[in-house]
Every structure is written in structure tokens, then in C-alpha cells.
């Protein structure tokens, strides 16, 4: 079975959370190697919402969202060398994927000035 997921973020919602909470919001959402890729959240509101939706995105996929003790935290985007996004997934969130069977995910985040998009494949066995 694949399931998928989609998420789209308004740019504009993303600089005014960033400007209203500061650090808070980063920290909140992002482990240590997303903030790296994001540099300035200030200088880069597109990269941050691309990653939001795609946690976002994941989370629908499953099919449960942010419950059941899923945290941004569980749900890491890293970029392979080609600059490809790919999720690494742990703590509840991976608990909930085994009890679930997924085993596979592939991961697409695009964005325009003004929004950022994002789709989770997730599967039982590999998906390619």
C-alpha cells in the first residue's frame, strides 16, 4: 500500500512566525542539521517552509498528524549529494511507521515566492 501526504505553506505566514517567535520556532521545528541547511531562517523563509510542509506532509501520509507523541523532532529532512531531500525518521514517529509496515519514503519540496510545497510517498516494500 503507499500512502501519500501533501502539504502547501503560505511564505508570507512562515516570516511573520519567524519574526514573532524568534529562535523558539526553529528550535521548535528543526534538529541541529536542518538549522545548518537553513543558515538564516531570517534569509531563507523558503527553505523553511519547504521543511515544515514536508514534516507536515509526513504526518498526513501516516495518517494520524501530530498526535500520539509525534514531534517535529521525530520527523529529520537531510538532502543526499545531488541536494535530493529525504526523511530520517525516529522516535514516535517511527514507532508508528513499523506498527504501520512502512518501511520505504521518498520525499518532493518545491517553492515560489510566495508558497512551498510538499509531497510523502510512504510504502510497505520499496517503492523503486
Not at 517567535?21 to 545548518?36: A, G, H, T, Y
Not at 538532502?79 to 506498527?99: Q, V
Request: aromatic fraction near 8%; charge should be negative; hydrophobic fraction near 40%.
Amino acid at each position: 500500500m503507499i500512502r501519500i501526504g501533501t502539504d502547501i505553506i503560505e511564505i508570507n505566514r512562515v516570516i511573520v512566525a519567524i519574526e514573532r517567535s524568534k529562535d523558539s520556532l526553529i528550535k521548535r521545528l528543526f534538529q541541529d542539521d536542518e538549522i545548518n541547511y537553513i543558515e538564516d531562517a531570517y534569509e531563507n523563509p523558503q527553505r523553511v517552509a519547504g521543511l515544515w510542509a514536508a514534516k507536515e506532509a509526513a504526518v498526513k501520509a501516516v495518517g494520524i498528524g501530530f498526535r500520539l507523541g509525534i514531534t517535529f523532532h521525530d520527523i529529520e529532512i537531510s538532502h543526499d549529494e545531488y541536494g535530493c531531500p529525504y526523511y530520517k525518521f525516529n522516535g514516535a514517529m517511527l514507532e508508528m511507521m513499523n506498527k504501520k509496515n512502512i518501511q520505504t519514503s521518498s520525499l518532493s519540496i518545491s517553492h515560489c515566492r510566495s508558497y512551498a510545497i510538499a509531497t510523502a510517498l510512504l510504502g510497505g516494500t520499496p517503492l523503486l
